[in-house]
């Protein structure tokens, strides 16, 4: 093997590997919280379930409609340090606000801070990552960003049960403690050197003015990922498989955990290996994946199914995320790389949203299984669909969209 073959990412510059630190504890902060919060509002808190999905339904909306207009004005100013200072600082903040919160109205707010933060962090960010790298690195930047993230989601719920194995009684000290990784991450962004980007459009354009401008190309791999995500639901929904099955709290969350670590250690590679092929391939590939599991997931019933299909759940999430993110950079011009990235977070977010309602109507209607075929026959449709998108080799002469 060629040294430039081995994803050992020891040529990423300082920029990427700082910003992989960030999500990292950022993520312990979130993920040790992901499994509690719905445990601490319906118990402590006394809401009901119904509370619970409007807190995530609004939470999300927020997340997903400001990725793409934090996106298309980093692009606009040619400036990315700005927004994910401010993202990453309201995301820590709001933790300590759900641990004191004494309704579930209160939960809503701050967890809205949260998903604010996130919304206005998450496109410049990524587009601070395909502006410290060279088009052939850019996968493997991405998958050693999604690694350290998932890595922070893997770590989260560990230390989550540890420090509930001191004090099982008191929920809320979690939130407090969650603050101390959250701020870790926002110290390590000032030493985040930012690139030059390109220079600056001095004017703000629409991200709607933007689509009209995207070819074909784009368009299509937008598509795709849509009608996926349509039909790909939360992993909540996986986990309360899980648990229906008879897995106790802890071997749930211990689950949770097998799935991130399997995303963080094969993004990485994953991402490289994006630079060497055609990233759709490795799409296509991560989206089978997807299939399979949420079909044995609909009829599986033994504690051992959910153990192995946990594991191999995770390499869908590597082969897809940060390559996802990859292949809409690659399909965008240099001045439009966030507003890209944004819209495709949009567009996931939104539609998991929808995803998550129908999945939970089929759930109480017809079936945990009917959930699950859902889901996979989105990732059929889409499979096909990402393999008719035509583009280029990444040499800076992929399909773009067109100046505006």
Same mark, same amino acid.
């Not at 719905?38 to 999300?60: C, D, K, N, R, Y």
């Given at each position: ?88 600082? #309201? $995301? =820590?903040?709001?933790? &300590?606000?759900?641990? +004191? ?9 701050? !967890?809205? *801070? ?36 998932? #890595? $922070? =989601?893997?770590?989260? &719920?560990?230390?989550? +049960? ?9 929920? !809320?000290? *979690? ?46 791999? +937008? ?182």
């Amino acid at each position: 093997m060629k040294e430039t073959d081995n994803p050992n990412f020891k040529s990423l510059n300082s920029t990427v590997i700082r910003l992989g630190l960030v999500s990292f504890f950022a993520d312990v902060a979130s993920e040790m919280l992901y499994p509690v919060t719905p445990i601490f509002l319906t118990t402590v808190l006394g809401a009901s379930m119904a509370s619970v999905g409007v807190i995530e339904g609004i939470a999300e909306a927020i997340a997903s409609l400001l990725k793409t207009y934090s996106g298309s004005y980093s692009d606009s100013i040619a400036k990315r340090k700005p927004f994910i200072i401010v993202g990453y600082a #309201l $995301g =820590a903040i709001s933790k &300590p606000f759900i641990g +004191i919160s004494q309704t579930w109205a209160h939960v809503l707010g701050a !967890r809205a *801070l949260d998903r604010t933060g996130k919304g206005i962090r998450s496109a410049p960010r990524d587009a601070m990552i395909a502006d410290s790298v060279q088009p052939s690195q850019r996968g493997a930047a991405f998958g050693w960003h999604r690694g350290m993230d998932t #890595l $922070g =989601a893997a770590t989260g &719920p560990l230390l989550a +049960i540890l420090l509930l194995s001191y004090n099982s009684d008191n929920l !809320r000290s *979690l939130y407090f403690w969650a603050l101390i990784p959250g701020l870790l991450s926002v110290a390590i962004i000032f030493l985040v050197k930012e690139p030059k980007p390109h220079a600056p459009r001095k004017t703000w354009q629409n991200p709607l003015a933007a689509w009209k401008h995207c070819n074909q190309s784009f368009k299509k791999y +937008i598509y795709a990922w849509g009608v996926f995500s349509l039909t790909n639901s939360s992993d909540v929904f996986l986990l309360m498989k899980a648990k229906n099955s008879g897995l106790s709290t802890q071997s749930v969350i211990f689950l949770f955990c097998l799935y991130n670590l399997t995303y963080a250690l094969s993004s990485p590679y994953l991402g490289h290996l994006s630079d060497r092929i055609d990233r759709k391939k490795i799409m296509a590939m991560g989206l089978l994946v997807y299939l399979m599991v949420y079909l044995c997931f609909g009829f599986a019933s033994e504690a051992w199914h959910y153990w192995i299909l946990f594991l191999i759940y995770g390499l869908y999430m590597g082969a897809t995320e940060g390559v996802g993110k990859a292949l809409a950079v690659d399909l965008s011009p240099a001045h439009l790389k966030a507003t890209s990235i944004g819209i495709l977070g949009t567009v996931t977010g939104f539609c998991t949203i929808f995803a998550s309602v129908v999945a939970g109507f089929l759930w109480d209607q017809a079936g945990p299984a009917y959930a699950f075929i859902f889901g996979a026959f989105g990732a059929l449709i889409a499979f096909f669909m990402i393999l008719r998108i035509q583009r280029g080799h990444d040499t800076g002469g992929a399909p773009q969209c067109q100046a505006g």
